[in-house]
């Protein structure tokens, strides 16, 4: 079996491949062109330098294989940069994939598309339903909080400064899992007989954490007396409705004000499955995996054994 990762050199597609190798699949990795993969995955990988969005023929140089596991993303979560990597660079590999009529696509989708109400959750769900739609069989992987959200308030704690909550520290939970858990899972999906398209959401070892306990978790880590400080999450709209007559005749402020709406989202939504019957988040029913913990992780960071992921775009803090 030839595996071919889109998004390799990504937080997620880098994990999702230590993982792949460890276990000596035949890997093809997928990068944009200049992005090198650590020397170590290079010589027992097999490299293709394409840009999916931008080269017409981008395709052309892939070898043959039997099963896509995409992680491609949107690194900002704007509009326009969600339709080109969360829809169209994962059309052109699911058209790809079709053409060498692969046995399975796994995609990895977000939690957060439950309840759509920002760019890039709309373009994951328009490619979601072009899996539904498509002949190849299909896994999309609904992913919950990661650990790398979670790290934004690490310096201020070690620095003595209160961990900011919005409202009680109780408007939202989520069961976060590691990219090396979340990596097994994905992985393990290969394992699995598919006919036509399973959704598989999933989180990490419970019990689901609200960022109340987040600050706990994080102040004993770094052996410092617990200080909180409580923002109103309607902060959000205030700044966005102060940046919406620039926003009009500026890229650059339209960018920020939908970087404001995807924070007022992370402020007041979970991260879990979404009840319809009953209209709330529920804790009991997300699926768990895994045994990395949140405290465990903090303890990692800050005792100096694990660096802190690059937070990338999407960070409040």
Known sequence: ???????A??????????ELVARRVDVVALVRPGRLLPEALRSVVTVVEADVVEDADWSEHIPAFDVVISC?????????DAQKVDYEANRRLLACAERHHIRHFVLLS???VQRPRLAFQREKLRFERLLHDSAVPSTIVRATAFFRSLVGQIDRVKAGKPFLLFGNGELTACKPISDSDLARFIVNQLDEHREG???RPIGGPGPAIAPAAQAVMLCNAANVPLKTRSLPPQMFDWFR??????????????KRVEFLRIAKFYATESMLCWDHDNQRYDADGTPEFGTDTLAAFYRRVLSGSESAPERGEH???
């Open 1 to 7: 079996m030839r595996v071919l990762v889109a998004g």
């Open 9 to 18: 050199t990504g937080y997620m597609g880098a994990a999702v491949l230590r």
């Open 72 to 80: 491609l993303a949107s690194r900002s979560g704007a509009p326009d």
């Open 110 to 112: 977000a939690i957060c």
């Open 197 to 199: 398209t399973v959704v």
């Open 241 to 254: 409705w102060l940046l919406m007559p620039l926003a009009l005749v500026s890229p650059g402020f339209a």
């Open 315 to 317: 960070r409040l803090f």
